[in-house]
């Protein structure tokens, strides 16, 4: 199976929730439940490194950019609603740190 990797921002969670709706997606005990054709790494806002105090609790977490960040893998076609917010990041890939 061949997949095609996509990037996209949403307004917010509710724009993100109401795509998934339009496409088709089913909903497992009110999450969002794309077909075994989706994968969706759901990210949210974009922030940039965390700032701690000596205890290791965040004390800042600045936002880089605003909106609702999806990554996603689709093995045919990509649904019209996901079309509509499709984005390309100068740097597409998570980072753990």
Excluded at 24 to 46: K, N
Excluded at 79 to 89: L, T, Y
């Amino acid at each position: 199976m061949s997949w095609t990797y996509t990037y996209h921002r949403f307004a917010n969670r509710a724009a993100f929730d109401a795509a998934c709706d339009a496409a088709g997606f089913e909903r497992v005990d009110g999450q969002i439940a794309p077909p075994e054709t989706v994968a969706l790494d759901v990210i949210g806002a974009l922030h940039d490194r965390a700032e701690f105090n000596a205890l290791g609790i965040v004390i800042k977490l600045p936002v880089l950019l605003t909106g609702f960040h999806v990554n996603a893998a689709w093995s045919g076609e990509v649904p019209a609603p996901f079309r509509a917010s499709r984005i390309s990041p100068a740097t597409p890939r998570r980072v753990f740190a």
